[in-house]
């Protein structure tokens, strides 16, 4: 099982990013996948769910109404959509399949003027 995020980076507040989490070694669309954030000296967080068909998904209430997850299961691909972004975003997300040991590595998403 391989989980490989990308796409974060340094962004300005008020600004987007599209972080993406490509699955192998299983099969992802019998499974439901999730982002976690850690931020520095503390534990992860949840942050959204997407069941494996898509059809429903859940969200911490600090990203409720700015972030979407979505997948494409072709792809085997999860994405995490961060709309407006403020500083108290800054923090490592993880994809993590659900229910597993499995994680990604990481990808550092950075918001700052």
């Known amino acids: 099982v391989q989980l490989v995020e990308s796409g974060g980076g340094l962004v300005q507040p008020g600004g987007s990013l599209r972080l993406s989490c490509a699955a192998s070694?299983?099969?992802?669309?019998?499974?439901?996948m999730s982002w976690y954030r850690q931020f520095p000296g503390k534990g992860r967080e949840l942050v959204a769910v997407i069941i494996s068909s898509g059809d429903s998904t859940w969200y911490a209430d600090a990203v409720k109404g700015r972030f979407t997850i979505s997948r494409d299961n072709a792809k085997n691909t999860v994405y995490l959509q961060m709309n407006t972004l403020n500083a108290d975003d800054t923090a490592v997300y993880y994809c993590?399949?659900?229910?597993?040991?499995?994680w990604g590595q990481g990808t550092q998403v950075t918001v700052s003027s």
């Open positions: 070694g299983f099969t992802f669309s019998s499974y439901d």
């Open positions: 993590h399949r659900v229910g597993s040991a499995y």
